[in-house]
């Protein structure tokens, strides 16, 4: 990639490069870190065994990273240094002349209380907190913050007994007692080498939950979960979710914990979901509390597959790590995968699938379409922060599956433990994973390697063609890939096709590929191997009327063209046996019949469209064989921004316009059908947690928001008596959304008696914050700036950043995208006033202008007038300014 492919001019930025990547000429044997613990002045105090590596340059200075630190003493061998042995860099400390191997002092003070960015050390509702992935411990201490360089870590923290009666670190705690003034200490020793990303601190006053797991070898493994007082009755959801995760690993993929004890603490302030610190993860409470009454039957998986995400990061990211953070999707991609496959195991696969290719869909497509567009494993980047995306992390969940779809699950597995026993307590890339897949199949991945690569993502362009007379069906194959910054020509993908075909009456037909002529498509069981840029396949012995089921399952990350007439489209709705493809029909179906009401919006005809659609949706409605999960999902349109992905400009009036008629029409037309649905699927007994129960909510819901289209006071009186009913948060939550996004005269007054009822419950008054948010109604706009001073929001509190300003971006299109632009004007502002509070939070709220050119011009002006603005603001944080210039590139 050109050095400023994706620079903006008149900025002096340094960009790391992946190919300028060089190992850290020293080995730190050991890390001694002592915390006394104080809001404005902590001392840090930090002891590191360093030995030059025997292949390193002997005039290389030691260079350690350190940010907003005050150094106090700086010592080498129990000698203190003075100014003119060491200095200051940008970011860091540069010390020359060094020893080749000596021991390093060094005493440092820094300010938890100030620090709002939730990066290091820091102190949030009166708890102590660290987050050091990325580049997080360079706050705490001088260190060489990168994952290739791996040590043992001592910890010591003190504080005060009262105030702070739990001290938490990484490993196994080895000593405690009690100090002068009211203080205490305790003393943990993590026995594996580690990162300084992986580094943990926590202390506080917490409620406690205890429990144990016995591993597959007989070990006994002490479980607990920290969370604030009052919420334990909360936690037991995430406690059986850890126990499950844990058996789950063992029986799949053979991998048993390692240490005697494993942590959970939850936090209310926290930039990320949670993370895997080795023994001591640290969890937003998002992910770890549920209980019937605050939580969502979404809520209560999300935690299930969260709690299983961080569990499993113990190998595929602890034992085995990253050399460089370019390696990213090394762990995270393999992770998410791990916990995909752990949650379907405990829900439903077809669902489940349907569940995460919607988010390759909405967002990771976007993505790739944008600026800032980047390979799973990217090239280049000014903060890394940026590159926790869903590219990295759910695109590269895609390519780990592609790898098992490929080799199969024994030799997905074959491949894991090739991996773990060559590179177990090592820092190593995307590279010797592939080997590792290679070498324990005998499978050739040369060509399969571009999906780390190559960014974008590839389009399929299939034509079929029947000859009656030999009852041959053709299919020819063409792949593309659009150009991306900084990437023109692709170089054509090795894409895992699954495929069936589907007679007259919906059934499979045996496959019995025909191969002629050289470079025709390999095919395997179901799978075509689609490696050329042009490639044709021929099935032999294929009745006529036959339709093909393509991409099955979602077989890799790609964008499928083939010409579905509206009836082959009904028929898969209606026969597939692919549950994935099925859900697919009908979405295409949608999309279908909008993008064709967006026509005739623009040329001024009436709207209308085939009624064989309505048919169709009430033969999936009415289809007793479906699971409820399953219909919820099949039966809900497309959302604006997946529609959005479908086309290369929009305009969003007609979008939204179009979307509103369909859903209205099928409202209309199903009426009867929906209530009768709703009646028979609605609960008011007893709550249950049970597969069966959660598809009723699901199902019941969808058809809730169908009768709410048709304006009725006796469906909105439906929707106020579950409101009222409600003994579950999923019951609650979906009517309160559907009252307050409808014309009800008193859906404010409503609103504010849920607020009220759930006002000491922040993560419920956060699914308030994102209704409100989300209110397609004009007056919305003027509702969320008010909020900005209502006692429910905190700008320093991410999670409710992202509930009212991040849902108004992401979830409400007909506002967010208004014709006089105040939704633009609101979204630059509140990142003008958090960007110096906290840069992550304020990047990831810039990327909702990446796609400013999709639609008409007058956006087009008013988005990029905000960008330039947001470019102009004193002491730009990179993380916000990486995203604003890239867009305007």
Not at 720 to 745: C, G, R
Request: with cysteine.
């Amino acid at each position: 990639m050109n050095q400023q492919e994706n620079v903006a001019p008149n900025r002096d930025v340094q960009v790391h490069y992946r190919s300028d990547y060089k190992a850290y000429p020293f080995d730190i044997n050991s890390v001694s870190l002592s915390f006394e613990l104080d809001p404005d002045a902590t001392i840090v105090s930090s002891i590191l065994d360093i030995k030059r590596k025997a292949d390193a340059e002997n005039n290389e200075p030691l260079c350690l990273d350190g940010v907003d630190l005050e150094l106090l003493t700086i010592e080498i061998n129990g000698k203190g240094l003075t100014e003119d042995e060491y200095r200051f860099v940008e970011d860091g400390l540069e010390i020359h002349n060094v020893p080749d191997a000596f021991e390093l002092k060094t005493r440092v003070k820094i300010s938890p209380e100030t620090n709002t960015s939730l990066e290091g050390l820091y102190l949030s509702s009166g708890k102590y907190c660290t987050q050091c992935e990325a580049e997080g411990f360079r706050k705490i201490t001088f260190y060489p913050d990168r994952p290739d360089v791996m040590s043992q870590f001592t910890v010591r923290i003190e504080a005060s007994k009262s105030d702070f009666p739990h001290l938490l670190s990484n490993g196994n705690r080895v000593d405690y007692g009690k100090l002068e003034k009211g203080k205490h200490f305790a003393v943990w020793e993590d026995p594996f080498k580690k990162p300084s990303y992986l580094f943990a601190l926590c202390a506080g006053d917490y409620d406690l939950l205890t429990d144990s797991f016995q591993t597959m070898s007989g070990r006994e493994v002490r479980l607990e979960i920290y969370v604030d007082k009052g919420k334990l009755d909360q936690c037991h959801h995430a406690m059986a979710s850890l126990k499950k995760a844990m058996k789950w690993d063992e029986e799949v993929f053979g991998l048993e914990y390692d240490l005697d004890i494993y942590m959970i603490v939850a936090v209310g302030d926290f930039n990320m979901g949670a993370m895997e610190n080795k023994g001591l993860n640290i969890f937003n409470t998002k992910y770890v509390l549920a209980s019937q009454d605050t939580a969502t039957d979404t809520d209560f998986i999300d935690v299930e597959g969260v709690i299983g995400h961080e569990y499993f990061h113990n190998w595929t990211g602890n034992r085995v790590t990253c050399r460089d953070w370019f390696q990213l999707s090394l762990k995270e991609g393999l992770t998410v995968f791990r916990d995909q496959e752990f949650t379907a195991d405990q829900t439903d696969h077809g669902v489940k699938r349907i569940e995460d290719v919607k988010v390759i869909r909405s967002h990771q497509f976007a993505e790739d379409a944008g600026p800032m567009a980047h390979p799973i494993r990217p090239d280049s980047y000014i903060e890394m922060n940026n590159f926790y995306t869903v590219t990295v992390y759910n695109k590269g969940a895609e390519v780990i599956r592609m790898y098992q779809t490929l080799l199969g699950r024994d030799g997905f597995k074959r491949g894991l433990d090739v991996y773990f026993e060559r590179h177990d307590g090592q820092a190593v890339t995307c590279e010797d994973f592939v080997r590792a897949m290679e070498d324990a199949n005998h499978y050739d991945l040369e060509q399969f390697r571009r999906w780390y690569s190559q960014a974008g993502t590839p389009e399929v362009h299939i034509r079929s063609y029947y000859d009656a007379e030999k009852r041959q069906l053709s299919l020819n194959l063409k792949q593309t890939c659009p150009e991306t910054p900084g990437q023109k020509a692709k170089a054509p993908f090795h894409i895992p096709l699954k495929l069936g075909l589907l007679d007259s009456a919906g059934a499979n037909i045996p496959l019995k590929p025909l191969l002629t002529g050289e470079g025709d498509t390999p095919v395997e069981g179901d799978i075509v191997h689609l490696k050329q840029a042009e490639q044709t396949v021929i099935f032999d012995d294929v009745p006529e009327g036959t339709i093909p089921s393509l991409l099955r399952g979602f077989s890799a990350p790609v964008k499928l063209d083939y010409n579905y007439s509206l009836n082959e489209l009904i028929f898969l709705f209606a026969h597939d046996t692919d549950s994935f493809n099925r859900w697919q029909a009908g979405q295409e179906l949608f999309s279908h019949v909008i993008f064709g009401l967006c026509e005739q919006l623009a040329s001024g005809k009436t709207l209308n469209f085939n009624e064989s659609v309505i048919k169709a949706v009430k033969n999936i409605l009415d289809d007793p064989d479906l699971d409820g999960q399953f219909k919820s999902l099949a039966l809900t349109i497309p959302g604006v921004n997946t529609l959005i992905e479908e086309v290369d400009s929009v305009n969003i009036d007609h979008l939204t316009e179009a979307r509103h008629y369909l859903k209205q029409r099928l409202a209309e037309e199903l009426e009867l059908d929906w209530l009768l649905h709703y009646q028979t699927n609605h609960q008011t007994g007893e709550f249950e947690q049970s597969k069966e129960a959660v598809s009723k909510r699901a199902l019941s819901g969808t058809c809730l928001s169908y009768l709410m289209t048709l304006e009725k006071d006796a469906v909105y009186q439906l929707a106020l008596q579950q409101l009222d009913d409600a003994n579950n948060m999923t019951d609650a939550s979906t009517a309160l959304k559907l009252i307050m996004h409808s014309e009800y005269d008193d859906k404010l007054a409503v609103a504010e008696d849920f607020y009220q009822k759930w006002q000491n419950e922040d993560l419920v008054v956060n699914k308030w914050l994102l209704i409100m948010a989300t209110d397609p109604a004009d007056e919305t706009i003027d509702r969320i700036e008010s909020l900005l001073d209502h006692p429910s929001f905190e700008l320093k509190n991410p999670n409710k950043v992202r509930s009212l300003i991040g849902g108004f971006t992401s979830a409400n299109p007909t506002q967010f995208h208004r014709a006089d632009g105040r939704g633009y004007q609101y979204l630059a502002r509140q990142i003008k006033s958090l960007y110096a509070v906290n840069p992550q939070t304020a990047a990831r709220l810039t990327g909702a202008f990446n796609r400013w050119r999709k639609f008409d011009e007058k956006r087009q002006l008013m988005m990029r007038e905000q960008l330039e603005e947001i470019l102009q603001m004193p002491e730009l944080s990179k993380d916000v300014y990486e995203i604003a210039s890239k867009a305007l590139k």
